[in-house]
């Protein structure tokens, strides 16, 4: 991973030289106390006081022919009980854009650290999570046809590693052309083509993937809306091959202050580095191509997955805001004995008392069918949780939160039920 990082640190050198604008850096010290921090029943339960001190950095760059931002955060956790090995992480992105000839011929660098869960039949406790970074670069050559309609060539290596021993590591090519045409000032319509070959370092799942599909993006005064449909296929080398309907779609509709958000999503993808969705909400409780609760990327398969959302925000008052989210994903391993499906819902309500004090509450629920690793055993069972924080600020660059949450899981089989209660505090400083 260092070794990659180092990679983007020397592309992004000439913008650290120059770091003359959008820098932002923020420095936090967090604790945390669980009282079941391994998700055990009662009569196993270990406290534990985690101890992390981190270092952010969101820095934009833009000139004339490099564009960047680097949005990355160093933090080393200690665990005073030694529940878990204490461990230190880099985490967050990295993109840069390189115009070696206007309009026309770039070459772009993405980076990318995040924290997954291991193995989706265990508990999400730290030690059945691995780090896995992706680093992805090649040129890009656009044509601009005319006035309202460009093709665009794209060539990229990408490069992903996982830790704690994960021993998935893989290299993919990747070529596409796409061809895009502005309709009137508010509709796009596209055409996308893209094959791409992946290689494992120690493993026979090696394959290779095809895509095409037609696109449409549109924006309105209250509607925006983006949508990819079309056809998905994998080959692997094993001489079995699947294929499938492919769709990523996203609606918003905003009437005053109110947003509403649908989502819908299909494809074939891959159960370690995944192939395309948008895969870049850090949630932390939905589920997701990218940074999943819920998966197996300690073993590559290629999974069918259906995944709808729904989300509303509304401002209740002048002081106060409901969010609402329901979500639902649907995975089918080829191989795998590793299929669920998951359904869950969040309510959050912020209220802001002053203008240095605010409140926030959030409840999540949700139910996931699990497959055991034994042909038609399925496993289900029902998480719930609250939290309550208080965010005070102390300036407009310092501020302190305090938290107090529950968490429950009730299987309905496995002798696995879990209660915890997780009190901590963070502090934050802004340069």
Do not use: C
């Not at 989706?120 to 890009?140: A, F, K, M, Y």
């Not at 590693?161 to 045409?181: A, I, K, L, P």
């Not at 493993?203 to 983006?226: A, E, P, W």
């Amino acid at each position: 991973m260092f070794r990659k990082f180092g990679l983007l640190l020397l592309f992004f050198l000439p913008a650290l030289v120059n770091a003359a604008e959008g820098f932002v850096t923020k420095i936090k010290f967090e604790a945390q106390h669980s009282d079941n921090s391994r998700l055990v029943a009662d009569a196993f339960v270990e406290d534990e006081l985690e101890l992390t001190p981190s270092l952010e950095i969101d820095y934009t760059f833009n000139q004339n022919r490099f564009n960047a931002n680097l949005n990355y955060r160093a933090e080393h956790t200690e665990f005073t009980q030694d529940t878990f090995e204490n461990r230190t992480d880099l985490l967050g992105t990295g993109q840069a854009t390189v115009t070696l000839v206007d309009r026309n011929v770039f070459w772009k660098v993405f980076q990318n650290n995040s924290r997954l869960r291991i193995n989706s039949i265990e508990v999400g406790t730290r030690d059945n999570e691995t780090r896995r970074s992706i680093l992805q670069t090649g040129p890009s050559v656009v044509f601009n046809l005319d006035k309202e309609s460009k093709l665009s060539f794209d060539a990229y290596f990408v490069d992903t590693g996982f830790n704690n021993g994960v021993s998935n590591d893989s290299q993919q090519n990747q070529y596409s052309v796409s061809y895009s045409r502005q309709i009137d000032t508010q509709v796009q319509l596209g055409l996308t083509g893209r094959i791409s070959k992946v290689e494992f370092d120690s493993s026979d799942q090696d394959y290779d993937n095809q895509r095409i599909g037609l696109t449409f993006d549109g924006q309105g005064k209250q509607l925006s809306y983006s949508i990819a449909i079309g056809q998905n296929k994998i080959d692997r080398e094993t001489g079995i091959s699947f294929s499938g309907l492919y769709i990523n779609s996203s609606f918003n509709i905003e009437a005053g202050d109110t947003v509403f958000s649908l989502s819908v999503d299909r494809e074939l993808t891959d159960s370690s580095i995944g192939l395309g969705l948008s895969g870049n909400r850090q949630d932390g409780f939905f589920p997701d191509t990218s940074s999943s609760l819920f998966g197996n990327v300690g073993n590559s398969d290629i999974v069918e997955q259906i995944r709808y959302e729904l989300q509303l925000r509304q401002p209740v008052s002048g002081r106060s805001t409901l969010n609402l989210s329901m979500f639902y994903d649907d995975q089918d391993f080829q191989s795998l004995l590793s299929d669920f499906n998951f359904i869950g819902g969040r309510l959050a309500l912020s209220y802001r008392s002053t203008r240095r004090l605010e409140f926030d509450y959030q409840y999540k629920w949700n139910r996931n069918e699990l497959q055991t690793g034994v042909v038609g055993t399925m496993e289900s069972s029902i998480a719930r949780g609250h939290r309550i924080q208080s965010t005070y600020s102390l300036s407009d660059r310092a501020r302190i939160l305090f938290w107090v949450e529950d968490n429950s899981r009730t299987y309905d089989q496995m002798t696995r039920d879990y209660d915890e209660i997780a009190i901590g505090f963070r502090v934050e400083y802004r340069f």
